[in-house]
């Protein structure tokens, strides 16, 4: 999804509206997907259509490089950048028949950085039920290769940071409003029987090889 540049499309959904059933709804789907998102991604190329110096940019260029953004649109590159990119990732990070213990290359990391599953399952649900109000909890490599759970408020990335994503959830209340109403613990319970730790393994390995490449271009300066 790098490689999109504006206008932006929403991205597909990589399964149906109730392939994540019962953990998470079909109507929050539904709404999270087609109106949420999608909103987004419309927002976006409003706010970016008479700023052509944009547009030949991927969304993940313009979330690093946030200054890059002249300041009047920089608050909308930020949110609805955010919003449009963080959903995507969110969307491809859980899956059907998914969730249990992390495996392959995800299963090493979180064993080596975080001292087992466990661990790592607790801090990031700690993060996760613990940021006020609306946000994202993330489990990111920052350029050092160290690995950190962290929280953003509203739609910023980790990207912004310098920080490769690995993992996020989205913990606005519109992802869990309709089915757990104010219950985001028991969100956060359920959403673990659907992450993708293959997808986590392979962002684990692409985020090595975007370490190597910015190491490279740091070097080339
Ligand atoms: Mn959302």
Redesign the pocket.
Known sequence: MSHHAAPFELAPLPYSFDALEPHIDRQTMIV?YGK?HQAYVTNLNKAIEGVPELHGLGLEDLLRDLYRAPAGVRNAVRNYGGGTWN?TFFWEGMGPRKGGEPTGLAADVVRSAFGGFATFQSKFTQVATGHFGSGWAWWVRTPEGRHEIVSTPNQDNPLTDGKFPILGL?V?E??YYLKYQNRRADYVAAWWNVVDWETVSRRLVAAEARKTETAAATAAR
């Open positions: 999270h949420h959903h989205d606005w519109h992802a």
